[in-house]
């Protein structure tokens, strides 16, 4: 008999019966083993823009994709063919769209960068039937539908304000503005994300252009008379980050555990349970800053008393808006795109990175997991959704990390030289109202130079599907294309330094400066 706790033993328990085949398939899927054998399946091509969001249907058998090119493309990803797809009626980029539950997945919301929601309803054998709740003069970035329920959903958007929307009466309700913990001003901040409980669908969490992740109950927070703004009933922040106004958060999600993962622009990716709430350890907001009550002291000299959450590090997310996920059966792994362009894979006890995979030839904003099967989804600048699955990685090890070190290196180098040469706090936002927002959303610098959509269509002149094998191929060539590209960029950069000299002696101001 092979040695207790080993995989051998786990197939050895299952041939004589002790072992159920779902419990087997659950606890491979729960292993590392599994985890390095993941490689990619599918390569689905049928956008002409970025892909912005990815989603499976309730059984797993559809996905639907949004993106720049402001269409829905509905997948047979199993195939790897587009089972339909159509416009949107955005007049910008598609930020996020979702299946309606228990509608036969002919219900569908969409959220978009021109500010408007809208609910498409796919007629039986006829036309695609378009209502438009809301349009506002900011991005709406993100959508949550009620678990269970085919009728309700909520946005959130980077006007600061949160959105209930009923489909039976076609009604949408603004719920209130969220605002800076400073109770001095009434500033509002922009909003990235919002997610339900899965457990209690009357707990929603907020985040955006600060370091708190709020936990509202929307029993309690429907306009009132007493206040503009929503009252949180939990706040949630790692304890160095406090007070601090100096990040942001991109990315919520919550597992079937309560646990909720949050992923900062500038840190790190953190997993909040419920003992690591602020009010919960008796922190309360007050005018400046979190105070201690029980001690009456200000918060930097009691925030060590705060447990400190399970971190997740290596990857980066400075320069879009990104999502972040669990994985595996049981909710045992953690996962991220990153602007270097792989996919992170943590183990969720002990925060432990144990997969690194090429998955875009820029970045990766988003990775969504099947409802019931070892296959996950990612999407990002490219113009392609990668499918992900078990058995086609020929090298189960890490990625070399100091080959994604040195690209996300030469990015965040051209990414501070874009805000050195131009300052215009104007540059990152889509807002001409707003300076606050710092994120280079993947809707105002797509296509970039050399388009995307150009490199695609020599993909698919091949008119075959890619199978891990090929992938690896294809990931090698676009390095080597990109390595070529950052030399025509080299090149472009010295002529540009040599017309500035050029500039500096005819212009006595450039001179002066």
């Known amino acids: 008999m092979p040695a207790e706790g080993t995989r051998m033993a786990g197939l050895w328990e299952r041939e004589v019966g002790r072992l159920r085949p779902k419990r087997f398939a659950n606890a491979f899927m729960a292993s590392r083993d599994f985890v390095q054998s993941l490689g990619i399946q599918k390569r689905l091509r049928e956008h002409r823009g970025c892909v912005n969001t990815v989603s499976f249907n309730s059984?797993?058998?559809?996905?639907?994709?949004?993106?720049?090119?402001?269409?829905?493309?509905?997948?047979?990803?199993?195939?790897?063919?587009?089972?339909?797809?159509?416009?949107?009626?955005?007049?910008?980029?598609?930020?996020?769209?979702?299946?309606?539950?228990?509608?036969?997945?002919?219900?569908?919301?969409?959220?978009?960068?021109?500010?408007?929601?809208?609910?498409?309803?796919?007629?039986?054998?006829?036309?695609?039937?378009?209502?438009?709740?809301?349009?506002?003069?900011?991005?709406?970035?993100r959508l949550a539908v009620e678990p269970g329920s085919p009728h309700t959903f909520y946005s959130c958007g980077g006007d600061g304000s949160v959105w209930h929307f009923d489909l039976r009466g076609k009604e949408a309700t603004k719920l209130f503005s969220c605002a800076s913990i400073n109770d001095e001003t009434t500033e509002i901040i922009e909003l990235y994300a919002i997610a339900m409980d899965p457990r209690n669908p009357c707990y929603?969490?907020?985040?955006?252009?600060?370091?708190?992740?709020?936990?509202?109950?929307?029993?309690?927070?429907?306009?009132?008379?007493?206040?503009?703004?929503?009252?949180?009933?939990?706040?949630?922040?790692?304890?160095?980050?406090?007070?601090?106004?100096?990040?942001?958060?991109?990315?919520?999600?919550?597992?079937?555990?309560?646990?909720?993962?949050?992923?900062?622009?500038?840190?790190?990716?953190?997993?909040?349970?419920?003992?690591?709430?602020?009010?919960?350890?008796?922190?309360?907001?007050?005018?400046?800053?979190?105070?201690?009550?029980?001690m009456g002291a200000t918060l930097p000299l009691s925030v060590e008393k705060l447990p400190v959450p399970q971190t997740f590090k290596g990857h980066q997310n400075m320069q879009t808006v990104k999502g972040v996920n669990f994985l595996g059966p049981n909710y045992d792994f953690v996962a991220s795109g990153s602007d270097c362009g792989y996919v992170f894979i943590w183990r969720k006890k002990g925060g432990e990175l144990i997969r690194v995979m090429k998955g875009d030839k820029r970045i990766v904003n988003c990775v969504e997991q099947h409802p019931s099967e070892s296959i996950f989804a990612s999407s990002g600048i490219d113009t392609s959704i990668k499918i992900w699955g078990g058995g086609g990685s020929e090298d189960p090890s890490i990625a070399n990390f100091d080959e994604v070190c040195s690209v996300f290196l030469l990015k965040k180098l051209c990414f501070l030289l874009i805000v050195v040469d131009d300052p215009d706090p104007y540059l990152f936002s889509m807002s001409s109202d707003s300076d606050s927002s710092v994120y280079m959303d993947d809707y105002i610098f797509a296509p970039v130079s050399g388009s995307s959509d150009g490199e695609d269509e020599d993909d698919d002149?091949?008119?075959?599907?890619?199978?891990?094998?090929?992938?690896?191929?294809?990931?090698?060539?676009?390095?080597?294309?990109?390595?070529?590209?950052?030399?025509?960029?080299?090149?472009?950069?010295?002529?540009?330094d040599e017309g500035e000299e050029d500039d500096k002696d005819g212009d006595g101001d450039m001179d002066d400066e």
């Open 59 to 141: 059984s797993g058998s559809l996905l639907l994709s949004g993106s720049d090119d402001m269409t829905l493309v509905l997948w047979n990803w199993e195939a790897g063919t587009p089972a339909t797809s159509f416009h949107t009626g955005h007049e910008n980029n598609v930020l996020h769209a979702q299946f309606m539950p228990f509608s036969g997945d002919r219900s569908i919301v969409t959220a978009g960068a021109d500010g408007e929601v809208r609910h498409l309803q796919m007629r039986e054998g006829g036309p695609v039937v378009v209502d438009r709740f809301v349009e506002l003069e900011y991005p709406v970035h």
């Open 204 to 294: 929603f969490a907020l985040s955006g252009s600060d370091e708190y992740v709020r936990l509202y109950d929307r029993r309690k927070n429907y306009v009132n008379g007493d206040s503009l703004f929503g009252s949180p009933v939990e706040h949630f922040c790692p304890p160095h980050l406090i007070g601090q106004n100096k990040d942001g958060i991109t990315g919520l999600a919550f597992s079937q555990a309560g646990e909720m993962l949050a992923s900062y622009s500038y840190d790190n990716i953190y997993l909040f349970e419920r003992e690591h709430g602020l009010h919960f350890n008796n922190f309360k907001v007050g005018e400046k800053l979190l105070m201690d009550e029980t």
């Open 461 to 496: 002149s091949s008119g075959e599907d890619t199978s891990s094998d090929e992938g690896d191929e294809e990931d090698t060539e676009e390095m080597a294309e990109g390595d070529e590209s950052e030399e025509e960029d080299t090149e472009e950069m010295a002529d540009g």
